[in-house]
Nanobody, 124 residues
Framework: QVQLVESGGGLVQTGSSLRLSCVAS????????LGWLRQGPGKAREELFC????????LYSTAVSVRFTASRDNAKNTPYLQMDALNPGDPATYYC?????????????????WGLGTQVTVSS
């Protein structure tokens, strides 16, 4: 059984940082590409990052790339999303997700397994 559990969300002030984690079980993360996605109230789901098992990965969101950093630790099955300089545009539910194939050049947002998400709220 593949399970993904996000954690690390919360309420922070503008300009603060959060570090989200995604704990994977029932699978080997190194066998999957990893996605970080978010969906804010009344907004479409946005794919922020897609990390391939190896080699270069595409960049989908230039808006957050200067503030957010996605990383993965295959040995621990625990990838992270480091979010700095949070602003009022960032509140959303953040998800990690995995799929076996490599990241497409253009964001599609298709994943086989999803976590339930973790809430991020930013005060303004």
């Amino acid at each position: 059984q593949v399970q993904l559990v996000e954690s690390g969300g919360g309420l922070v002030q503008t300009g603060s940082s959060l570090r989200l984690s995604c704990v994977a079980s029932g699978m080997q993360l190194r066998d999957y590409r990893l996605g970080w996605l978010r969906q804010g109230p009344g907004k479409a789901r946005e794919e922020l990052f897609c990390l391939n098992r190896f080699g270069p990965s595409p960049l989908y969101s230039t808006a957050v790339s200067v503030r957010f950093t996605a990383s993965r630790d295959n040995a621990k099955n625990t990838p992270y999303l480091q979010m700095d300089a949070l602003n009022p545009g960032d509140p959303a539910t953040y998800y990690c997700a995995v799929q076996r194939n490599r990241c497409p050049e253009v964001s599609e947002g298709f994943y086989d397994y999803w976590g339930l998400g973790t809430q991020v709220t930013v005060s303004s």
